[in-house]
């Protein structure tokens, strides 16, 4: 494998919490109220940052919802950043397999079981041709990091 463009760490330095990880994915993804359309929403609770209340229509939604990321029972952060790796081993070509049991050793937190049950699902999206909010994700996220 070869050496990941940013380690784990840094990686948790631009998203410190996954409440953050939320918020730049909402941003870049220009998620909606899927009632009433409206952007402006608030974030309900620190122990579900995924889920959020639109001021407008008074609806609570997940902005999950019918994305790949829908049940996902581990932190949002790890997929960001496998799905980051995905990104890059794609644009930069590159195509050696994502050495798992290395990523759990830098990835405190998480299961062997969980990163490849992340990392095939992130796989299979990348293999799609037409995924353009996937593309808009993260290239995204590889300006800021």
Known sequence: MHSPPIKYDDFLQKFPTEANAFQFYQKSCGIYCPS????QFSYLRDDKPYMAYCKKC???F???KDTIFVRKETDFRFWLYIGYLHY????DMIIDRLNIAALQRDMQGTTYKSL???NRKLARWFDETD???RDNLFASLHRIL
């Not at 009433?36 to 952007?39: A, F, M, R, T, V």
């Not at 890059?88 to 644009?91: K, N, P």
């Open 88 to 91: 890059r081993m794609q644009t």
């Open 62 to 64: 997940s902005i999950l």
């Open 36 to 39: 009433c359309g409206d952007k």
């Open 131 to 133: 995924a353009s909010d």
């Open 116 to 118: 490849c049950r992340i």
């Open 58 to 60: 008074h609806k609570e």
